[in-house]
């Protein structure tokens, strides 16, 4: 059972079970993995080395500078600090990218017309070969079906608002919100996710080559349940039968 469905008491957490063991060793192993990470980068920022352009290379650049323009460490970050935000950069995109893969393809399970037009942009577009980021930018129909997905869960407002309609997003989001802020899956302005590119082009390339390989249907046994757990899941899973081409 998963730690988000189990049942909670007070102080549970420190008793000496076998979860709570495996869970320690599991945060120990994480803390341990980024601590030698980022210590590795430090070292070579204080040697001079060019910063790797990334997020984590980012966060310290900055961390740094806001460090020497106070001439005090506690207007900066410590390196504990920095392993929570590296935790939350992987574990949040994880996260996200996964519920969102899930939901496609129940939605394309679904609407085996939508699956249909979308693997043949993508056969159009590589065949069997690898995709390549240039051409994961210029798959359109994928893309419609990617912003109507996280339109639906969880769903925005209109008449037509439950209804699978990718087209709505033909000439782009601001044709099909009229120019209003409505929608808006990775927040806007300032706070706007930093991962939002990354994740639709790890989202595309994920489906693109399920569909160069598979054609998909929901299995019977699935139960429609979207239940919110940070983020918005299929309670009971997403079961599917899959067929090789």
């Not at 769903?155 to 209003?180: I, M, Q, Y």
């Not at 998909?216 to 757990?229: D, K």
Request: aromatic fraction near 8%.
């Amino acid at each position: 059972m998963p730690l988000s469905q189990s049942v909670y008491l007070p102080g549970m957490r420190f008793l000496p079970t076998k979860r709570n063991k495996r869970i320690k060793e599991i945060h120990n192993e994480v803390r341990n993995a980024l601590r030698s990470i980022i210590n590795k980068r430090l070292k070579a920022m204080e040697a001079g080395e060019c910063i790797q352009d990334d997020l984590l290379g980012i966060l310290l650049q900055s961390n740094s500078e806001e460090i020497k323009a106070h001439k005090n460490m506690k207007f900066g970050m410590s390196v504990d600090d920095i392993i929570e935000e590296c935790k939350l950069f992987y574990l949040a995109g994880q996260e996200t990218t996964s519920t969102l893969l899930v939901w496609t393809m129940i939605l394309l399970s679904q609407h085996t017309d939508w699956q249909e037009r979308a693997r043949e942009e993508v056969l159009q577009a590589f065949g069997r070969k690898t995709p390549d980021i240039e051409g994961l930018n210029h798959l359109k129909v994928l893309n419609m079906i990617f912003l109507e997905t996280l339109r639906l869960y969880p769903a925005g407002v209109g008449d037509d608002a439950k209804e699978f309609k990718p087209d709505r997003f033909s000439e782009g989001v601001l044709k099909a919100t009229k120019g209003k802020s409505v929608f808006f899956p990775f927040s806007m302005g300032p706070r706007v996710c930093i991962g939002q590119n990354f994740a639709m082009l790890e989202s595309k390339l994920a489906i693109a080559m399920i569909l160069q390989r598979f054609s998909f249907v929901l299995s019977p046994s699935y139960t429609h349940a979207p239940y919110t757990i940070i983020t918005l899941h299929p309670q009971y899973g997403a079961p599917l039968t899959l067929k090789a081409l």
